[in-house]
């Protein structure tokens, strides 16, 4: 799409045909272009963009105008960096993530440099695409693939992936604790699956309760849970299931549990099993 636009832009320059150019950037309801001169200012918009401008940022673009201007400091700041990013010569893809009257939206940035025939980079330009509902149905898979069903917390393999990434962040510490409940078998036997089911949620939500928001808290199967903890240090982490535990004694079955806590740092060259098989 963008090469096409490009060529007809050529095409218009180099023989007067605005028409077939015109009509495909003022077509099109998903696609918004503008360009940005060396100076920041805009030098092309087509309707559709101006359309959105007006409709998520409360301002019209208009040809001339520098946008940062009528955009908040972070989206300033942001839109900056990848303005300059690409009048180094780099063309590249961004994603933005916009909340804007109570809805999320996601747009992906096709920036690249303008090259005027001699080769000189004289501008950027960007193609904004809508893929919200793409992103929508992306995120509702992996709903399905990393979330447990009866809690509505993550699963084991989500957080090997996030252990994974912690590892690859070089974070401090990386801390994994793994708890179960005390005599859940038999609670479940005496009491009947439903009630066991919500035991395991109330457990879930006091463990996500207690936790920093940071916290990646997991069912990993039965009445084993796992809560894996970065920047986290030992003495905290036990203080924190702690908390948990004294919760838990004073519910209606007065429950206790079960928990083991490892610590390490990044450089470890352990991997998840590791840790849990210490924790």
């Given at each position: 799409c963008?090469?096409v ?16 150019a015109d ?5 099109s309801?998903?696609l ?11 030098i092309?918009?087509n309707?559709?963009d ?7 940022f409360g301002?019209?673009p208009?040809i ?7 955009l ?9 960096e ?18 804007k ?7 992906q940035?096709n ?5 005027n ?16 509902e ?6 509702a898979n ?5 979330q ?6 993550f699963?084991?393999?989500y957080l ?8 690859n962040?070089?974070?401090?510490n990386?801390?994994?604790i ?6 859940f078998k038999?609670i479940?036997?005496r ?5 066991g ?8 939500n ?19 849970f ?13 203080m924190?299931i702690?908390?948990v535990?004294n919760?838990m ?5 007065k ?12 450089n ?11 924790a």
């Amino acid at each position: 799409c963008f090469s096409v636009i490009f060529i007809f832009y050529l095409f218009r320059s180099r023989n007067g045909n605005f028409l077939i150019a015109d009509f495909i950037l003022e077509s099109s309801e998903m696609l918004s272009l503008f360009a940005v001169d060396l100076n920041y200012r805009f030098i092309a918009l087509n309707q559709h963009d101006i359309d959105v401008m007006e409709e998520f940022f409360g301002f019209t673009p208009r040809i001339g105008e520098v946008p940062f201007t009528f955009l908040g400091e972070e989206e300033a700041v942001k839109l900056k960096e990848n303005i300059d990013k690409a009048l180094e010569g780099v063309t590249f893809t961004s994603l933005d993530i916009i909340d804007k009257k109570g809805e999320t939206l996601y747009w992906q940035n096709n920036f690249s440099p303008i090259y005027n025939n001699r080769r000189k980079i004289i501008g950027v330009s960007c193609i904004v695409l809508d893929i919200t509902e793409q992103k929508k149905n992306e995120l509702a898979n992996q709903k399905l693939i990393y979330q447990d069903s009866l809690t509505t917390l993550f699963n084991r393999r989500y957080l090997e992936l996030v252990f994974e990434e912690i590892q690859n962040r070089k974070e401090d510490n990386i801390t994994l604790i793994i708890a179960d409940l005390d005599d859940f078998k038999e609670i479940n036997d005496r009491y009947g699956h439903h009630e066991g089911d919500q035991l395991l949620i109330e457990f879930g939500n006091c463990l996500t309760k207690h936790m920093p928001a940071s916290a990646v808290v997991a069912r990993l199967g039965g009445d084993e849970f796992a809560i894996l903890l970065s920047g986290v240090p030992y003495p905290t982490a036990k203080m924190l299931i702690t908390l948990v535990k004294n919760e838990m004694k004073k519910g209606a079955h007065k429950l206790s549990i079960s928990y083991g806590v490892y610590s390490n740092i990044y450089n470890s060259n352990l991997e998840f099993l590791d840790f849990y098989k210490k924790a």
